[in-house]
């Protein structure tokens, strides 16, 4: 629209541009115009809130200028200001002052919202709004031709646009504000009096864009590297674009996570940067294990694209515990070395183990040590020391590959136990109560004495006998068996062990000095023992020239006696000490072993105040006795034998005593002395014949003894009288000697004997 005015123009003008910005809403053009994708806007000045023009580059010959005045408040000409500098004198043709706007690279401009003003007192300035297609054609959008319509003389022609409008711009790639000087066909040059001018108030470029940008993720960060990571992670990326990056986002399984926001300026040519930038994920908001991840881009004008997507590894859940055990158990030792070992699970897509944490801490305190072991293991702990000797307590627990790791999922504490000092002895003083008692005062004051051991060695022999020994307490206890030992001195050296293996020895007191004895220790004793046997005593008494023999009766202990099953028998003897002094109140064993049979204890007597003892039983076996004193803690044991020899006997009776030729008797009786064999004692019935006697039947008693024989006669002639008894040989299985029956007469009558 063209007009003319008068010099009023100027508080025209400036209502104009009032109008303009109410048209425009003022400030609040600060936001670019909605596009849609592929496309953006570029707002110039009073079309945003900052009133900014940078996308416009300027440009202006001699006597001409340009002005940059986007904010209405304020003094000259306000908005982008094309003009010629008023003054004196002449413009040359083709001066010219220009604003240029170029399409971002790859883009084109599909259309322009725009609102100024042109001013003109001289036709021959052409004020020009226009677009240049790439192929160099234009697209008029304001031209106010040089030579036409041209103002009265003293008047100024004007034209007005105070809201904006549309103007399709067809894929232009730069749009042109200029002022130019044309001139005339008589007159090369324009006038510098009075101003001709074009101002733009509001200019809103919709830019086509159809350029993806190019985004790619940058390698080096744990995440992109393929590591097992937790947590907050960044994702490093590169993205180019011919508009700039408007914003990224990170895609994680195909779902659009977390992303950067870049601050873009849409009054500029090119709004949003270009470059590197990272992406802040929180791996807490995702599946965890492993899964893709891409970076998508998207430019000023919205188009989008995608990075070539990486492997990414997820796990935010630390390791669980597990049971842990100590190699060789919870035992004590002696080395300052402790391996542990536990199981790792499979856990399919999880973060592996890499790491385990400890603490070891002093049993019932709170003196604790930490540490970690990072060794390639991963499920065991080789090589751990604790901080001092004593008793401790270790717990474990384990750390991933992505660094997950929970000290409240530590395993159930293990014992550990040091000791590297061996226990400290010496022998302490014979009591003369207890003589043969030797008593190694032993003491460990970690881990506890476990056990230990006295040995002998005759003075200069140099060979070593263990005594049995048994821990009492803080005390290692053996007794010598001096009476089994020769005399003469002996000295004694003692070991210990403590429960971690630690060994120490000594043959020293505790006072000090060597641990020196003189064997017996106890006083030495006698026993004499046997059985009172009464025989007759002969002897020649010659008196008076004359020799006669006497003979006594004699009762003495005797070590061997032989006797008859059942007969009484008397054991007795003495027990005196080493002077021959009688030793009253002692106990006295007696022992008897049969033949072929264990001994056994066959009564317990106690002496007499002259040290006498005796004890009276019947011959029931021949066995070899034994009489033995224990002794005491002073006084040494004895012991003395005898040898008792018993013949077997059995009863003999006959049922008749007179008989005729051509009957028969019974002979019967009962064995006497037990045991008996199994299979009943073996019998010898005989007859004595002239001087001797002689067997003629052979049998064998029940097994409790009795026993039985009927014996007809049938060669007897005339009267005639047999004597008869039985004879018990000798057997393996019957502990007594041979021995006989008595003997019984039998008188048989038969018929005559002829001749």
């Given at each position: ?23 425009l ?85 599909s ?30 959008i304001k ?21 904006p ?29 009075g ?45 180019t ?86 190699a ?26 890499t ?8 049993v ?47 395993s159930?504490?293990?014992r ?41 060695s ?8 263990v ?6 307490g ?44 003189t ?84 009564a ?7 040290g006498?003892?005796a ?6 076996t ?26 077997g ?67 007897t ?39």
């Amino acid at each position: 629209m063209t007009s003319r005015h008068s010099h009023r123009s100027v508080p025209v003008r400036l209502l104009v541009l009032l109008l303009a910005v109410l048209a425009l809403g003022g400030p609040a053009l600060a936001n670019p115009r909605p596009a849609i994708a592929g496309e953006f806007t570029i707002s110039t000045c009073q079309a945003n809130g900052e009133y900014a023009s940078g996308a416009f580059e300027n440009f202006a010959t001699r006597g001409m200028k340009w002005r940059r005045a986007c904010n209405p408040l304020g003094p000259g000409l306000r908005g982008l200001v094309t003009a010629n500098a008023a003054g004196t004198g002449h413009v040359p043709v083709g001066s010219q002052s220009a604003f240029v706007l170029e399409a971002p690279p790859e883009t084109t401009f599909s259309d322009l919202h725009w609102s100024g003003y042109a001013h003109r007192r001289d036709c021959r300035y052409a004020l020009q709004l226009y677009a240049v297609r790439p192929e160099g054609t234009t697209v008029p959008i304001k031209n106010v031709r040089a030579d036409r319509g041209c103002p009265r003389p003293d008047e100024a022609q004007a034209s007005s646009w105070p809201r904006p409008r549309a103007v399709g711009l067809g894929g232009a790639a730069k749009i042109v504000q200029r002022v130019v000087c044309v001139g005339a066909p008589k007159a090369e040059y324009c006038s510098a009096k009075g101003q001709n001018y074009l101002q733009t108030f509001t200019a809103e470029a919709t830019v086509v864009d159809d350029v993806p940008p190019s985004v790619s993720i940058t390698p080096g960060s744990p995440l992109v590297s393929g590591q097992w990571v937790r947590g907050t992670q960044t994702v490093g990326f590169e993205a180019t674009d011919n508009t700039g990056i408007k914003e990224a986002h990170a895609l994680v399984a195909g779902a659009p996570g977390e992303g950067e926001s870049r601050q873009c300026d849409y009054s500029q040519r090119i709004p949003c940067p270009s470059g590197p930038g990272q992406v802040v994920l929180d791996t807490q908001q995702l599946s965890e294990g492993t899964q893709q991840l891409a970076v998508s881009a998207v430019d000023a004008a919205g188009n989008a694209a995608e990075s070539a997507p990486v492997t990414v590894h997820i796990d935010n859940t630390p390791p669980g515990a597990v049971p842990v055990s100590v190699a060789g158990g919870d035992t004590w030792r002696n080395r300052d070395e402790f391996d542990l070992g536990w199981t790792n699970q499979p856990e399919p897509d999880r973060a592996p183990i890499t790491a385990a944490h400890y603490k070891v801490c002093r049993v019932g305190t709170q003196e604790c040590v930490a540490g970690t072991d990072a060794s390639s293991s991963v499920s065991a702990i080789d090589g751990l020391t604790v901080p001092a000797p004593g008793e401790w307590e270790a717990q474990m627990w384990r750390e991933d590959a992505a660094g997950n790791v929970q000290p409240e999922n530590a395993s159930v504490a293990v014992r550990l136990r040091y000791d590297p000092e061996p226990p400290t002895l010496g022998f302490e003083e014979t009591q003369a109560s207890d003589p043969d008692r030797v008593s190694v005062k032993v003491n460990d004051a970690i881990s506890g004495v476990a056990g230990g051991e006295v040995e002998i060695s005759k003075v200069g022999s140099g060979q070593w006998q263990v005594l049995p020994s048994t821990l009492e307490g803080e005390h290692l206890v053996s007794r010598i068996e001096d009476q089994a030992m020769p005399a003469g001195e002996y000295q004694l050296r003692a070991s210990a062990s403590d429960r971690a293996g630690n060994l120490a020895s000594t043959e020293s007191k505790i006072g000090g000095g060597e641990m020196r004895v003189t064997l017996p220790l106890r006083t030495p004793t006698s026993l004499s023992a046997g059985i009172l046997h009464r025989h007759e005593v002969t002897r020649t008494v010659h008196r008076k020239g004359k020799a006669r023999i006497v003979r006594r009766a004699v009762t003495g202990l005797e070590p061997k006696v032989t006797t008859e099953v059942g007969k009484k028998i008397s054991l007795a003897g003495r027990l005196t000490d080493a002077a021959g002094d009688a030793i009253p109140g002692a106990t006295v064993e007696v022992y008897a072993t049969p033949p072929e049979e264990a001994e056994a204890q066959v009564a317990t007597l106690t002496t007499g105040a002259n040290g006498g003892f005796a004890y009276e039983t019947k011959a029931a076996t021949s066995a070899d006795l034994r009489f033995a004193y224990a002794g005491t803690a002073t006084t040494l044991p004895a012991e003395s034998g005898a040898e008792l020899l018993v013949h077997g006997h059995s009863s003999l009776k006959v049922n008749h005593t007179h008989v005729l030729n051509g009957h028969a008797v019974v002979f019967s009786g009962r064995v006497e002395g037990r045991p008996l064999p199994v299979a009943g004692k073996l019998l010898e019935l005989q007859v004595r014949l002239s001087h001797e006697w002689s067997t003629f039947r052979t049998t064998r008693s029940a097994a409790h003894g009795t026993w039985r024989i009927r014996y007809p006669f049938k060669r007897t002639c005339g009267k005639q009288t047999f004597r008869f008894r039985v004879r018990l040989p000798a057997e393996a299985a019957w502990p007594l000697l041979a021995g006989e029956s008595n003997s019984v007469d039998v008188h048989v009558r038969g018929a005559p004997c002829s001749g």
